[in-house]
C-alpha cells in the first residue's frame, strides 16, 4: 500500500484491509471484486490485484508462509527488486538493501552522482550499500535510508543542518545538495471522456472492464474518449452505440469531474441517458445495479465522484 503513497493516506486503509482479510488465507480465499473493493481509493490498482494473487501463491504453494528465500519471492506477482528486499531485509533479516525513490535521492546525494533519478545510477549506489548494510540490522537500516528520505533529505528544502549524515555527503560538500537529482519528467496524457446514466426500472447499467489493461477488471458506466473534433454527445452517442448496440434518445449533461491517474488525466463528463430498446447483461460483464448498490463495486476514483453526486441528487 505504501508503493507512491503517502502513509496518512494509507493508515485508515490498512486498519480496514486487516479487518476484511486478517490473514493471507484470507485474502487468498477472497473474491477479487471484495479485494478491488477494499483498494478503491488508493490508486494504482495493480498493487491489489498481485497482493491477491501472492496470497494465493503463498497458501497454495509455500503453506500459508512468505517464503524467505530471494529467488522464490522475486517469481511471486508484485515482487520486484525493491518489495523483496523490504520484505527480506524487515521480516527475515537478511542483508538486502531496498532502493526506491527516497533511498535513491539520498544515496545519488551522499555519493555525488549527478543526473535524473530514473534508476540510471541504481548499480552505483546498490553496490555501495551492499558494503554499508549491516548484517545484524539490515531492517533498521533499509527504514532509517527511507526515513532519512522521507523527514530530511528531501526532494525540495533538505534539512541538511539536521542531518546525521551530513559529514559523509558529497553534495553538502559541493554546496550542491538542492541542485541534485534532477525529478524525473513526467507527461501526462489529457483525456476527455463521456459515460451515459442509464437509468432503467429504478436500476443503472455498469459494465466491468477488461481483465487486463487500464484500470483492468474495475467496473464503470457505458462511455468512453471523445474523439478530436467531436461534440460530446456524438462521442456519447457512438460509444453507447459501439459498446451497447443501442441508440441514445436522449441525453442530459449531469456532472464534469476531473481525475489524475498515473499516467493520464481524464476530464469525465456525465449524461442522464435514454436509449432506444433494451440492453442485455452480457456474460456477466454488464449489470443493472441500484444506485444504493454500486458501492459494493470497485470503481475508478473518477467514477466514484459521479457515484457521489448520483447519491446526493438522485
Ligand atoms: S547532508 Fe543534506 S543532501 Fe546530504 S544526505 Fe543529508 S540532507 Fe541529504
Not at 485508515?12 to 479485494?35: C, I, M, Q, S, T
Not at 519471492?73 to 527488486?81: M, R
Not at 476530464?267 to 433494451?278: E, S, W, Y
Request: include cysteine; charged fraction near 25%; charge should be positive.
Amino acid at each position: 500500500m505504501l508503493q507512491q503513497t503517502t502513509v496518512g493516506a494509507v493508515v485508515p486503509y490498512y486498519a480496514e484491509w486487516l479487518k476484511l482479510f486478517p490473514d493471507l488465507e484470507a485474502l487468498a480465499r477472497a473474491p477479487l471484486r471484495k479485494v478491488l473493493r477494499a483498494w478503491q481509493g488508493l490508486g494504482y490498482y495493480q498493487r491489489a490485484r498481485n497482493l491477491h494473487a501472492a496470497a494465493k501463491i503463498f497458501v497454495r504453494e509455500h503453506g500459508g508462509e512468505v517464503p524467505s528465500d530471494q529467488q522464490t519471492l522475486l517469481g511471486v506477482p508484485g515482487f520486484g527488486p525493491y518489495t523483496t528486499a523490504a520484505v527480506l531485509s524487515l521480516a527475515f533479516n537478511q542483508p538486502y538493501p531496498a532502493l526506491d525513490a527516497n533511498v535513491r535521492r539520498v544515496m545519488m546525494r551522499i555519493m555525488g552522482i549527478h543526473g535524473e533519478a530514473d534508476g540510471r545510477p541504481d548499480k552505483n549506489i546498490l553496490e555501495r550499500l551492499y558494503d554499508e548494510i549491516p548484517p545484524g540490522s539490515p531492517g533498521d537500516f533499509n527504514q532509517a535510508l527511507m526515513e532519512l528520505g522521507a523527514l530530511i533529505c528531501r526532494s525540495r528544502n533538505p534539512l541538511c543542518l539536521l542531518c546525521p549524515v551530513q559529514h559523509a555527503c558529497r553534495a553538502y560538500d559541493d554546496g550542491e545538495q538542492e541542485i541534485i537529482p534532477k525529478p524525473k519528467k513526467r507527461s501526462y496524457r489529457h483525456i476527455t471522456a463521456v459515460v451515459g446514466i442509464i437509468e432503467r426500472e429504478g436500476r443503472i447499467l455498469i459494465q466491468q472492464r477488461p481483465p487486463a489493461g487500464l484500470l483492468a477488471g474495475l467496473w464503470e458506466f457505458p462511455g468512453g474518449k471523445v474523439k478530436r473534433g467531436e461534440s460530446r454527445e456524438k462521442a456519447l452517442a457512438r460509444e453507447i452505440k459501439e459498446e451497447l448496440g443501442a441508440e441514445v434518445s436522449q441525453a442530459k449533461f449531469l456532472i464534469q469531474v476531473d481525475h489524475s491517474y498515473t499516467q493520464f488525466r481524464v476530464d469525465l463528463h456525465a449524461f442522464a441517458c435514454r436509449i432506444k430498446g433494451d440492453v442485455e447483461e452480457k456474460a456477466g460483464r454488464q449489470k443493472w445495479v441500484a444506485l444504493k448498490d454500486l458501492r459494493k463495486y470497485p470503481f475508478p476514483s473518477g467514477s466514484v465522484k459521479i457515484i457521489h453526486f448520483l447519491e446526493k441528487y438522485f
